[in-house]
């Protein structure tokens, strides 16, 4: 009698200790793996900070008997968006800066520029996010207004895009600018002898340098506010482009401090005072940072007339915008690269500028490979040059909010021909078969789901046109959330860390009020995340 208690003693204490254990298990949901067959789950179970199963949940709940379990009541579960080209950590310094985005006109900002002054925080007064091609008078604006109210003090108010700026007069003459300063890849408008404050591109740097930067203790606390608004909209990772290495001892600091939770794959700005010590540095990552490559720009932005296209603008004669550097300096850079594990990422929008980058990666990729070089935006493309993405396993890395911000007036810039030519992602997708999405924020909003919108019903957020932007270019909802997941992973070689839920990856994920898979266009958009979980960790 006392050996069969014996046995029955060891048997469920052999059990029991066979049972797997996890930190917690959700089930009863509908959780959207984005694996290679796209499957969808009932149950997931967690233990630190990893995927361990995934299944129904009879089998889950059964196989983890003695973990933590949670009812999710049949909500959705998708892996944690990635933005796969933003400006975060530069978006988060401008914190202290006049946002002007969304107004209506020239006054308007001029007018919010009078009640910021007597509240900002420094000497310089800076405006950021306007966008003339929103206003009923679509021209660039002139600095007088500004000289008039603040003849002491310098004025700085960027464009949205980041590619053209209005300087007031003291601003001017603290960057020593005049009617003869030239400038390579950037223009000085000059009218009637008269500078008219208008910057475009390289000649932003003239002013900018002047401008001090904000100290730490700020930046800190800017960093921290920005991740909380991005994790409230899903997002686990994002890739910062163009970041100066002070900004990435920045965000070295707040992982240390304990305040960065956000997984970022940081793209260095173009100085070459940086390309000995970190090309020999190669790629690295340090806690939730990984540093992988640069981000140049071969041109400027559209809605700026800084695009670089093979023919004149439609509403500029004899005006087809401009390279920012020549081109034997990205072919240099091309041919340094490729002896380095690190890629090659160019921000590119002309059609002129998508050629010579494409030829110039060409040169050195030759053929087929997995360097995953990429290109930023390639947003108008010659129908010529489309098969070189293929031919040369470049990677387009797009952002489908630009197609419905720019499409109300981008026709007015191109013509219809190469109209058709532009914001062709369905076609660009058939080159590589996988296309990363990103929102370029804060030049767009930061929301994954306005992208996903985007992408697949090509309507802007008032849901026009009504029959949707170049519909043939629409992507479908799993190839749109396969872009904000596991290709934008793939883009920084992260695919197999994140990017889907599955055994053995990062358990970030978001949990969100309605399937986006599955809802009618009407309800997209509505779309809330409820929570947001990195490496195991709720962060929302």
């Not at 740097?205 to 909209?233: N, R």
Request: charged share 25%; aromatic share 10%; with cysteine.
């Amino acid at each position: 009698m006392e050996k069969a208690a014996l046995l029955i003693l060891i048997f469920i204490s052999v059990k029991f200790s066979a049972q797997k254990k996890a930190d917690f298990v959700l089930y009863n949901a509908r959780i959207y793996s984005v694996d290679h067959n796209f499957s969808v789950h009932e149950a997931m179970a967690v233990a630190e900070g990893k995927v361990v199963a995934l299944g129904k949940s009879k089998d889950i709940l059964k196989a983890f008997r003695t973990s933590p379990s949670r009812d999710l009541k049949g909500k959705t579960v998708f892996p944690g968006f990635i933005d796969a080209h933003c400006h975060f950590t530069g978006y988060a310094l401008d914190g202290w800066k006049c946002d002007l985005y969304g107004t209506k006109s020239w006054d308007e900002v001029v007018e919010k520029m009078i009640h910021y002054a007597d509240k900002a925080p420094a000497y310089w007064i800076y405006g950021r996010s306007w966008d003339q091609n929103s206003w009923p008078v679509k021209e660039f604006p002139d600095r007088q207004k500004l000289d008039d109210l603040f003849p002491d003090r310098p004025v700085y108010l960027k464009r949205i895009d980041g590619h053209a700026a209005i300087a007031n007069g003291k601003a001017l003459e603290i960057a020593g600018i005049n009617p003869e300063t030239k400038i390579q890849g950037g223009e000085i408008e000059v009218k009637d002898g008269r500078l008219t404050g208008l910057l475009l591109d390289n000649a932003l740097e003239l002013v900018e340098q002047h401008i001090p930067e904000i100290d730490e203790e700020l930046a800190l606390k800017y960093i921290a506010d920005l991740q909380k608004e991005c994790f409230s909209y899903g997002l686990t990772s994002l890739h910062d482009c163009g970041i100066t290495d002070q900004m990435f001892t920045l965000l070295q600091k707040a992982q240390q401090k304990k305040i960065l939770k956000m997984n970022i794959f940081a793209l260095l700005a173009d100085d070459p005072t940086t390309y000995d010590t970190w090309i020999r540095k190669g790629r690295f990552t340090d806690g939730r940072i990984t540093f992988g490559g640069y981000k140049f720009f071969a041109d400027g932005a559209l809605g700026s007339r800084g695009a670089c296209l093979l023919h004149d603008y439609s509403d500029r004669k004899n005006w087809h915008g401009f390279l920012l550097s020549d081109q034997q300096h990205f072919e240099d850079l091309a041919h340094r690269l490729i002896r380095s594990n690190l890629q090659m990422c160019t921000h590119a929008i002309g059609d002129s500028a998508n050629r010579v980058i494409l030829n110039t990666y060409g040169e050195v990729l030759l053929h087929k490979n997995d360097r995953r070089w990429r290109i930023e935006h390639a947003q108008i493309v010659d129908p010529e040059d489309v098969s070189l993405f293929g031919k040369y396993a470049v990677i387009p890395s797009v952002q489908p909010t630009h197609a419905t911000s720019d499409m109300h007036w981008a026709g007015k810039r191109l013509g219809k021909e190469r109209l058709r030519n532009s914001y062709i992602y369905k076609q660009l997708l058939d080159q590589n078969g996988w296309l990363p999405l990103g929102t370029d924020f804060p030049v767009e909003g930061i929301n994954p789901v306005n992208t996903f919108f985007a992408a697949v019903f090509r309507k802007d957020q008032q849901y026009s046109p009504e029959n949707g932007f170049q519909t043939e270019n629409a992507l479908t909802r799993e190839q749109a959330l396969r872009g904000m997941t596991i290709w934008a992973a793939k883009a920084s070689f992260d695919e197999t860390e994140k990017g889907s839920l599955e055994p053995g990856k990062s358990a970030d994920f978001v949990i969100m009020d309605r399937d986006l898979m599955m809802v009618p266009e009407s309800e997209v958009l509505q779309a809330k995340v409820l929570e947001t979980w990195s490496c195991g960790e709720k962060v929302f």
